[in-house]
């Protein structure tokens, strides 16, 4: 198993100090996992804790979700993306500030290479795993049993069961666990705290007008089942001093434009904190509300998000495009990825068959397809090293435009992307992890 390699952004005079930590995971995604994550978050918040929540693998929605319930940023732990140092660093400050740190899984707890069990193993993390037990009695101990055992040195410390029928159901699932594995209690089937999903996963919390409410009612119905253990004190160790080391401000006296809305949303925190670190200073803007990229700006990121639900307002939206073409027009550097390169097309067609125009920056066509396109991890061999992150995206394009290089995707057979590069504009499905390579990065927006 690969940890990765890259450069840590953090305080490193944080004195270390043991925290209690959880790992909640699940046998299978759909199980629940943010579900449960928000409303312990909320739990232990509404009692005066300091949570702080970090979600593994690459996922822009949840996060969402769990800043909601937790107050408090969140961010992505992931071996392969960002490193074991990366991930160290990141606990360790953590635990230096926070009463508690949960980590929400990503799949199933064996499931990916590197997996959530990989990270609980290498972090010592206690897990927490969430079951659906809605067509389920006596087997729900067998699975409970199969994920304590199935790695070794695994810490499975409890359960909890979801999609509950009644009382009795929740004793007879109680009764199955074998000794040793604690029960956390369960959460009654109920819709009115259910989260909300669409074709890339969750629906975006700033989407959902009652979801603080959803998140306290899921908080409440975990507490009326019983008392909510704290989880044991994991030490984090400091990352080592290379890991450590202040970036250099390459970037420094760049200002990036950085597009923001319902339409472009899909910002990693640890990509915002890598600009800052080398020296950008950042300021966003709203297509969707056809704000203009702000003046004095010397570069431009637009990042992924859902576009094809906002067609007309995008389209019609002239101040934004024609300061956005004005830019790329002016050589200055660009950005896009996902649904930011989505934006750059001369038409995008959503999955209702609407079609508008786009920005035309890029020669070429989109539509959204009725199924998943590409999935995976992937990694980028750019000239200043290689940068690594990821692609989940149910479009198709076609781009009159031949393709500047390709990612390469991490899993054997994987469908690579293609990169287009027109002057100094950057764009591709896949959604780069900036910590991977901040030398890389920096690259990409230096004017």
């Known amino acids: 198993m690969s940890v990765g390699f890259s450069t840590m952004i953090v305080s490193p005079c944080l004195e ?34 300091r949570v702080r929540v970090f979600k593994t693998g690459p996922d822009f929605l949840d996060p969402m979700v769990l800043e909601c319930a937790s107050g408090a940023p969140v961010q992505q732990l992931d071996l392969w993306m960002g490193g074991a140092a990366h991930c160290a660093g990141l606990l360790h400050s953590a635990a230096a500030q926070a009463d508690l740190i949960l980590v929400e899984g990503v799949m199933g707890l064996h499931d990916g290479t590197p997996s959530s069990a990989d990270l609980a193993l290498h972090f010592g993390l206690p897990v927490l795993a969430v079951i659906d037990a809605s067509a389920m009695a006596q087997t729900f101990g067998a699975v409970a049993h199969g994920l304590a055992t199935y790695r070794p040195g695994l810490r499975l410390t409890g359960v909890l069961a979801n ?99 319902a339409a472009f949303s899909f910002l990693y925190r640890s990509n915002l904190d890598t600009l800052r670190a080398l020296g950008a200073e950042l300021c966003f803007f709203s297509p969707l509300a056809n704000q203009p990229v702000p003046a004095g700006a010397h570069a431009l990121y637009l990042p992924g998000g859902y ?51 786009m920005l035309g920056l890029l020669p070429g066509q989109g539509a959204m397809a009725d199924r998943l396109v590409n999935l995976g991890m992937h990694s980028l061999a750019l000239p200043e090293g290689e940068v690594r992150g990821h692609t989940f995206h149910h479009a198709r394009i076609d781009v009159r435009l031949p393709a500047a290089l390709h990612t390469q995707a991490q899993r054997h057979h994987g469908q690579p992307e293609p990169v287009f590069r027109k002057g100094r504009l950057f764009a591709s499905f896949m959604h780069l992890y900036f910590p991977s390579n901040p030398a890389a990065v920096a690259a990409l927006f230096k004017p």
């Open 16 to 49: 270390a100090r043991p925290c209690p930590a959880l790992l909640v995971t699940a046998p299978a995604s759909g199980q629940g996992k943010t579900t449960v994550t928000a409303a312990l978050a909320h739990s232990h918040r509404s009692q005066g804790r």
């Open 163 to 261: 999609r509950v029928g009644s009382a009795g159901h929740a004793q007879m699932l109680h009764e199955s666990l074998p000794a040793g594995i604690a029960w956390y209690g369960a959460l009654p089937r109920g819709e009115h705290y259910a989260l909300p999903s669409r074709h890339l996963g969750l629906v975006q919390a700033g989407e959902v007008g009652d979801m603080a409410q959803r998140i306290a009612a899921a908080a409440q119905a975990l507490g009326d089942s019983g008392a909510l253990p704290m989880p044991p004190a994991v030490d984090f160790d400091a990352p080592p001093t290379s890991a450590s080391a202040a970036l250099p401000s390459t970037l420094a006296g760049v200002t990036i434009a950085i597009a923001r809305d």
């Open 307 to 357: 576009p094809e639900l906002h067609l007309p307002a995008l389209a019609g939206n002239t101040a934004s495009r024609e300061s956005i073409c004005a830019h790329h027009a002016a050589g200055r550097p660009l950005v896009a990825e996902c649904g930011g390169m989505l934006a750059l097309l001369e038409s995008l067609t959503d999955a209702a068959g609407h079609r508008a125009p």
